[in-house]
């Protein structure tokens, strides 16, 4: 059954409902529901923080850097391996789905020519087929087939044990991704999303969402799961 739309309270309001985006260029006025207004003591202390010369501040710095002198400038390939230059990085592992191992072994080769060791971890690694942790035969791809799932965690120790000092995704599904996020040792990025469907592009369906993929804004033609028990 379809849940029914819900209408944010003003206590729910937050920044998808901000109209005046006055945190950015700050020559507007906050509104009454503000989070910069709300949060103004923990603004100080992340302030702080990047200040700093912990991992979140080199971060936080590096990104920055990145964004002004190459505004519109770098893809997100690009970008990605000039995150790690700036960061100092020697060592970079990257987390990738088995079926974008192709595009992730192109990756790798432009890893190490921009000067970085790399070493890449699919996500069937351990081989451990879906009924062992539980799923029913019916609810793998291919029923009655060998099928693995995915294994983040292992993906992620594989990679904590070699010293990986910045981890990138490569397509690793919904969920699988948070997962290894978790358990990465080193910091996380993601120079590719999983969308099945939008070859990638996930955002195209937001952009699509008046017209093609209207589906998204009514629960009612959401499609149905092909099991039952799903």
């Not at 594989?158 to 997962?179: F, M, P, Q, R």
């Not at 099945?196 to 009612?220: C, E, Q, W």
Request: hydrophobic share 35%; aromatic share 8%.
């Amino acid at each position: 059954m379809a849940k029914e739309k819900v209408t944010p309270g003003k206590e729910t309001l937050s920044c998808s409902e901000c109209s005046i985006r006055n945190c950015y260029r700050k020559d507007k006025q906050y509104p009454a529901f503000c989070l910069t207004r709300e949060f103004t003591d923990a603004a100080e202390k992340t302030r702080n923080l990047y200040r700093g010369n912990s991992m979140d501040g080199r971060l936080a710095r590096a990104a920055a850097e990145i964004e002004g002198e190459y505004y519109g400038r770098l893809t997100r390939l690009e970008e990605t391996i000039r995150f790690a230059q700036k960061l100092g990085v020697q060592k970079l592992g990257i987390a990738s789905c088995i079926g974008l191992l192709d595009e992730a072994t192109l990756y790798a080769k432009i890893v190490r020519t921009a000067g970085m060791e790399t070493r890449t971890v699919i996500c069937k690694v351990g081989a451990v087929d879906k009924t062992e942790i539980g799923l029913p035969e019916e609810m793998k791809v291919c029923p009655g087939c060998g099928e693995s799932c995915c294994n983040p965690v292992l993906q992620a120790k594989v990679l904590n044990e070699w010293g990986s000092e910045l981890n990138v995704l490569v397509g690793l599904c919904v969920g699988h991704d948070a997962i290894f996020s978790r358990h990465s040792k080193a910091p996380v990025t993601t120079f590719v999303v999983k969308d099945r469907v939008l070859g990638h592009n996930p955002v195209a369906a937001l952009y699509t969402s008046k017209f093609y993929y209207k589906r998204v804004l009514d629960a009612k033609t959401f499609p149905e799961p092909r099991h039952k028990n799903s």
